[in-house]
């Protein structure tokens, strides 16, 4: 059977979209608790949005065929996502608002779209990363940071495994000390 076009398909990407919203409802409301001092109350929407993200994940497979795809792939989506919002979605939400007499939602439309703009540059850059070869290896030496330690290395290359907790190259990143 083919799930495009169908009934289920619809049900499907209402679903999804629904527990979405809902998550990161859930997660303002956790934040709002913790304010609050009622650290059992945040704890449970914290539990409970967690929850609403993996409802979410199942028929999110489902629409997408059984699996999420590569990263190269879903950088690549992300950027074009995007470049979508900040070049036409938001500057047209912008407009509607300011005609409405919203300058203050639109001023946000506008802010926020700068802020997608930046995302994109983002995920092109580590897309370039990737298909360069260069996430784990840089021409020139930089400080390398272990993620899950705090451990830092200098070299071309990040160590293929921590010497300071054993965890792999994939914990590392450039060591970013503008502060």
Same mark, same amino acid.
């Given at each position: ?34 304010? /609050? =001092?009622?650290?059992?109350? @945040?704890?449970? $929407?914290?539990?409970? !949005?967690?929850? %609403?993200? &993996? *409802?979410? #994940?199942? +028929? ?39 005609? /409405? =007499?919203?300058?203050?939602? @639109?001023?946000? $439309?506008?802010?926020? !779209?700068?802020? %997608?703009? &930046? *995302?994109? #540059?983002? +995920? ?56």
């Amino acid at each position: 059977m083919n799930l495009k076009g169908s009934k289920t398909e619809q049900n499907l990407w209402s679903a999804f979209e629904g527990e979405s919203k809902v998550r990161m409802k859930y997660t303002y409301y956790a934040s709002q608790a913790d304010k /609050e =001092g009622y650290k059992q109350m @945040a704890a449970i $929407f914290q539990e409970t !949005a967690d929850n %609403e993200k &993996e *409802h979410a #994940k199942r +028929f999110f497979k489902f629409l997408i065929g059984g699996s999420i795809r590569p990263t190269e792939e879903n950088l690549l989506e992300a950027a074009e996502g995007e470049l979508h919002e900040h070049s036409k979605l938001y500057p047209e939400y912008e407009r509607i608002a300011r005609e /409405e =007499g919203f300058h203050e939602i @639109a001023d946000v $439309f506008r802010e926020i !779209a700068e802020v %997608e703009e &930046e *995302h994109e #540059k983002r +995920f092109r850059k580590l897309l370039a990363n990737i298909k360069n070869q260069t996430v784990f290896k840089k021409t020139e030496p930089v400080k390398w940071k272990c993620r899950n330690c705090g451990y830092v290395h200098e070299g071309t290359e990040a160590p293929e495994v921590c010497p300071a907790c054993d965890h792999p190259q994939s914990y590392y990143e450039v060591l970013c000390e503008n502060y």
